[in-house]
């Protein structure tokens, strides 16, 4: 918030300072617009993701073992479908920088540099078989070497027997290192030479073929691949390695595997640079007296600024699409609610002075102590257009970030929630936490399962205090928009006024989040969520939002759209819905004796929804597709097994 050179009393400065860290007591009511015929913009469905867990990927001997891991699995589905997740990244992170896919072996960084088993083609049949809907990413290698052997592991167990304690796990010990009986002091460093070989870029794109045309694999299913991970900071994750850390050396790993994938498949999505860390934003971590910023004939460069040139200099020299969705990594440290809560305001807001600001001090390519501004997100774009120029297409992800509060899962989801609205706001595409904490499921259950495809725009008279994020769908037949009140103690009085939406007048179900304590989330139908009401009245609402809560109001249109605002994207074909759906007299109809039919939608041959039906009743349920016009459909029916999709005609 700028306040310029006014004279305020202490009175006006508490309140301002309040306001800004969204703790205030309640001065005066808030008022929400939202415009839904501005700011129209299509919402990415992989915002709704998270990193892979639990999901195994061998053979478990022990058959009690194996039983605990599967019922865990299933678990897992469950809750990614119930709860509406569209997106998996599935490559482990560290773990993905040495996957050998040709002998299923990777190497550990973090645990010795030993080398296990592991088989990604597991997982991804995993992912196909059970997790309809759900798109995965993996990983290519960039370092140029993979996992080789296993018999050159540093013997962990019998170090522990000999000494009574663990030898500290990220020495390079694999490859015959020594370590003092400390278990803390290397004595000598692992040979790497021994578990690992050369992996060029033909060997790690090779796993395309593997899973498409030996494998027969889906790969609509796993379009999105990480450039590795975090490149900038191999020389501490991945040290037992010969690498020369220049930033020249990481943008040329990086086009030389970045060719060879387009090369294999055209539309393959690479994202990148993964990068680690608020301090690496703008330094890779050479070592040698390196200062890590990337060099240019003019300054120095940023490392984020840097690598988006170089890439654009290559792609428009090569013609080759080299970049796809901008891919980071950010790990926040603060600990205050009021820093929690505000963490959304680092990426895009020019406004907010961050606490946290470090690495990115150097963003002009020279230190500069008075900086606190980050606006991350917002200078990849700037970066992106300057070097790439306008229209390039390369959208933003956030691939890894920890945002728990281990304390008040309320604080996690407030936090969550204000990620998703912002990245729903600003066209982020991916975003998959590393670490997943209660509240988060109940958070992404709201808004993907309660919100719609097209982001609306939304203004609040108080924006760091209460937020609005509104989504449409493509006809504007049906609105939602989610409420934040980030106040730790107040209630929020709120008046929501609607433009380009004529709302249908009387009571409106109001869905809300709040006190939440403990996991609470098992399903689309028991959770935490508070069904409420609200009135609307000449196209407004007024609502009390408690302190510390996330509240969707739930509207519908009485003038919808005769043509959708955007075209909307038909989910691909996952299985035939069988005896789900039959022709009858004329009709098309559902079968829901189960009650397990959660959601019909039909599309037309464009991928645009053209009808939809919720909260089925039990028994057969007629569609209403006499009324459309002659020619193929697609209907995808979502039920508590999964989705299921299938064509047909109307006559």
């Known amino acids: 918030m700028f306040m310029g050179n006014l004279k305020l009393s202490k009175k006006s400065l508490m309140f301002y300072a309040m306001v800004a860290f969204g703790v205030s007591a309640a001065f005066a009511d808030i008022s929400i617009s939202v415009d839904a015929s501005a700011g129209i913009k299509k919402i990415s469905p992989y915002i709704y993701g998270r990193n892979i867990d639990v999901i195994g990927d061998g053979e478990e001997s022990d058959p009690e073992k194996a039983a605990e891991l599967l019922e865990k699995e299933k678990g897992f589905y469950n809750k990614m479908l119930e709860s509406g997740m569209h997106f998996l990244r599935a490559n482990n992170g560290n773990n993905a920088t040495r996957y050998n896919w040709r002998k299923k072996l990777t190497v ?77 002091t290397l004595i000598k460093a692992g040979d790497y030479s021994l578990y690992n070989e050369s992996w060029p870029a033909d060997s790690t794109v090779g796993i395309i073929s593997h899973w498409r045309d030996e494998l027969k694999y889906d ?58 860390n608020e301090w690496q934003w703008c330094t890779t971590g050479a070592s040698e007296g390196k200062s890590g910023l990337g060099k240019g004939e003019d300054r120095n460069y940023c490392w984020l600024e840097y690598f988006i040139k170089r890439i654009a200099e290559e792609q428009k020299k090569s013609g080759v699409r080299l970049l796809d969705v901008f891919d980071m990594h950010w790990y926040p440290t ?16 020019t406004t907010y002075n961050y606490s946290g600001t470090n690495g990115m001090k150097l963003v002009s390519g020279k230190w500069d102590n008075d900086l606190n501004k980050e606006f991350v997100f917002k200078r990849v774009n700037d970066w992106l257009n300057k070097y790439f120029g306008e229209g390039h297409g390369i959208t933003l992800g956030i691939t890894e970030t920890s945002i728990i509060d281990e304390k008040d899962p309320m604080t996690t989801a407030l936090t969550y929630a204000s990620w998703i609205g912002t990245f729903m706001d600003n066209d982020v595409e991916i975003f998959s936490p590393w670490t997943w904490g209660d509240g988060m499921y109940e958070t992404v259950h709201l808004f993907s399962r309660y919100g719609h495809e097209a982001r609306v725009q939304s203004t609040s008279s108080n924006d760091s205090l209460v937020s609005a994020y509104s989504s449409v769908t493509p006809k504007v037949d049906s609105m939602t928009v989610i409420l934040v009140n980030r106040s730790e103690q107040a209630s929020q ?53 408690p302190a510390k809560s996330i509240t969707a109001v739930l509207l519908k249109n009485s003038n919808p759209k005769d043509k959708p605002i955007i075209d909307g994207i038909a989910p691909v074909k996952s299985k035939n819905v069988g005896n789900l ?63 299921f999709a299938q064509k047909i005609l109307v006559k």
């Open 334 to 349: 603060e600990k205050t609610y009021a820093e929690r809560v505000n963490w959304h305001r680092v990426f895009f807001d």
């Open 581 to 643: 759906l039959r022709y009858e007299n004329g009709s098309w109809l559902v079968e829901n004796a189960s009650g397990m039919v959660r959601s019909v939608r039909v599309f037309n041959t464009l991928g645009v929804r053209i009808q939809s039906y919720e909260a089925l009743a039990r028994g057969s349920v007629r569609l209403s597709t006499e009324g459309l016009v002659s020619g193929n459909y697609l209907i995808l029916v979502e039920t508590a097994k999964g989705l």
């Open 108 to 184: 550990h960084p973090d645990w010795y540099n030993n080398v296990y088993s592991h088989d990604w083609d597991i997982t991804a049949k995993k992912v196909l078989d059970n997790l309809p809907g759900v798109n995965a990413m993996y990983a290519f290698q960039l370092t140029g070497y993979a996992a080789a052997s296993t018999e050159y592991n540093f013997s962990d167990w019998n170090f522990y027997q000999e000494h009574g304690a663990w030898a500290k796990a990220t020495l390079d010990l694999a490859g015959g290192g020594e370590v003092a009986d400390d278990g803390t």
């Open 219 to 276: 790969m609509s299913r796993f379009q999105y691949w990480s450039m590795d991970n975090e490149m900038e900071i191999w020389n501490g994750t991945h040290g037992d390695l010969p690498l020369d850390m220049d930033p020249d050396f990481l943008v040329e790993r990086y086009i030389d595997v970045a060719k060879k994938a387009r090369a294999a498949w055209k539309d393959v999505k690479l994202t990148g640079p993964v990068v680690a």
């Open 493 to 545: 009085t709120v008046n929501l006024s609607m433009k380009g939406f004529d709302a249908i007048e009387g009571e409106v179900e109001v869905l809300e989040l709040s006190g939440l304590t403990g996991e609470t989330f098992e399903s689309h139908t028991v959770n935490a969520l508070k069904k409420k009401s609200a009135t609307v009245s000449a196209n407004g609402v007024g609502l009390t939002l």
